[in-house]
């Protein structure tokens, strides 16, 4: 399995501000993903950033990968309301890589 | 649009009841999976399936049972629901040969065993 482990566990911030997440995983992947999950919804495919990548942008959202610490960032630019979500990093590849998942980071963006 | 479907948003069910929670995936992925989340520990892989009839133990298979009769179709059976399996239960899929293995998710079931 591709464990991914979110840091910090919770994170409350006002519009307008950037909010950055951090993921630390254990063994080697094809790639690292990125999602968001909606109080009480399921999990939402954000973004994703192969291991041969660095950075990664979409929109507000920023991804760094740094394959030797086994970490990757994900930084929300010019935080909303709406934003507010839990998000979850996974470890992935292709074919039938086992994705798992850390407890995520809570994020709370106050209007 | 492309869409996993758990049958049920919310089920209340009694102790050592059998409860099946059905997941239809509309993609024609190969791969399924069956996850429950709790609070303060995150997601945690009950069981997946590769195929059609095949499935695999996950981290927390105790209590629990799958079936994948049909390639769209991965169902999570509780044989006899307990107290502790109170929870939401995520079903997601995903394609396998693809080099990213992105899930998708279905919207959740959330489970109360009284």
């Known amino acids: 399995s591709q464990q991914g482990e979110e840091d910090p566990q919770a994170l409350s911030i006002q519009e307008g501000e950037n909010a950055t997440m951090n993921c630390s995983y254990k063994?080697?992947?094809?790639?690292l993903q990125w999602y968001r999950q909606n109080s009480g919804r399921g999990l939402v495919h954000l973004i994703l950033i192969r291991s041969n990548e660095r950075e990664k942008h979409s929109g507000r959202l920023r991804v760094t990968l740094d394959t030797s610490k086994k970490s990757s960032s994900l930084l929300i630019t010019a935080s909303r309301a709406a934003d507010t979500a839990s998000y979850f990093c996974?470890?992935?590849?292709?074919?039938?890589?086992?994705?798992?998942f850390g407890r995520g980071t809570s994020l709370i963006v106050h209007p | 649009d492309v869409k996993v479907t758990q049958s049920s948003r919310y089920l209340v069910k009694r102790t050592g009841e059998k409860v099946f929670l059905e997941c239809v995936q509309d993609?024609?992925?190969?791969?399924m999976f069956w996850y429950r989340q709790d609070p303060g520990l995150g997601l945690r892989l009950i069981y997946f399936s590769y195929d059609v009839k095949m499935k695999e133990k996950g981290d927390i298979p105790e209590g629990y049972s799958v079936s994948r009769e049909k390639k769209e179709r991965f169902s999570l059976i509780l044989e006899s629901a307990s107290t502790n399996q109170t929870s939401m239960y995520l079903c997601a899929s995903s394609r396998q040969g693809a080099d990213t293995g992105e899930l998708f998710f279905g919207e959740g079931s959330r489970l109360t065993v009284l």
């Open positions: 996974a470890g992935g590849g292709g074919g039938s890589y086992i994705p798992t």
């Open positions: 063994t080697s992947i094809n790639n």
């Open positions: 993609m024609d992925h190969e791969n």
